[in-house]
């Protein structure tokens, strides 16, 4: 995770990392919050797991962070603003020479590997909406860019002028794209899970199917 981009973020409960190994520092429990996340809760997340984990003290985490909170806070925002700027470079990375079709593959399965990697943060994050709605705000705000970005290039290739109707069915497959990956994270109600290689070629022909028909 970017130290540089995690210091330049205004977090509520987060204080400012001014010098590099302060920075360093916030990178390397970011890093280390995504990993434990993997196989725990964000309520079995311990702030001495944290630290443990970091080889630091618990002093120096509340030197930076008000408590768990305001961490995962921080958390949120650096795994959005990473994956913004990565999306400012990848969904430029055209012409798509499969058309709609291997479009729409490249997203759905763009969008499984994210959900691969941060799926611990997801899922605490969906969690945490449960008591307080506002902590889905960073990742919900993710969503919406990510369609700012694909609408006009799903658009530019359904091979027709496009109408109303045809931006608002894809809206509405990004929804459900986006409803799936979060309801397999959360709940993995079956018979298919985010990390079945069928996953991805699945969706992406319901959703290609959704916006053709």
């Known amino acids: 995770?970017?130290?540089?981009?995690?210091?330049?973020?205004?977090?509520?409960?987060?204080r400012p990392a001014?010098?590099?190994?302060?920075?360093?520092?916030?990178?390397?429990?970011?890093?280390?919050?995504?990993?434990?996340?993997?196989?725990?809760?964000?309520?079995?997340?311990?702030?001495?797991?944290?630290?443990?984990?970091?080889?630091?003290t618990v002093g120096s985490f509340y030197a930076r962070f008000d408590g768990k909170e305001s961490y995962l806070q921080a958390l949120q925002r650096a795994v959005v603003a990473e994956t913004e700027r990565a999306m400012e470079r990848d969904y430029r990375a055209g012409p798509w020479p499969r058309g709609l079709a291997g479009f729409i593959d490249w997203v759905v399965s763009a969008a499984a590997t994210w959900n691969r990697r941060y799926e611990g943060?997801?899922?605490?994050?969906?969690?945490?909406?449960?008591?307080?709605?506002?902590?889905?705000t960073p990742l919900r705000d993710l969503g919406r860019t990510r369609v700012a970005h694909a609408l006009p290039i799903a658009l530019s290739l359904l091979g027709r002028p496009p109408t109303q109707a045809d931006e608002d069915t894809i809206r509405f497959a990004?929804?459900?794209?986006?409803?799936?990956?979060?309801?397999?994270v959360l709940i993995?109600?079956?018979?298919?899970?985010?990390?079945?290689?069928?996953?991805?070629?699945m969706l992406s022909r319901a959703l290609l199917k959704l916006i053709e028909d």
């Open 18 to 56: 001014r010098q590099k190994r302060s920075r360093e520092l916030v990178g390397d429990l970011l890093r280390a919050g995504l990993e434990l996340l993997k196989d725990r809760d964000f309520d079995r997340l311990s702030i001495a797991d944290l630290c443990a984990a970091t080889g630091i």
């Open 174 to 184: 990004f929804q459900i794209l986006s409803g799936t990956m979060n309801n397999m």
């Open 121 to 136: 943060l997801i899922r605490a994050s969906l969690r945490q909406a449960g008591r307080d709605p506002s902590a889905w």
């Open 1 to 14: 995770m970017d130290a540089t981009l995690v210091a330049g973020l205004d977090i509520p409960g987060m």
């Open 188 to 201: 993995n109600p079956g018979p298919f899970s985010i990390h079945d290689e069928t996953t991805p070629r």
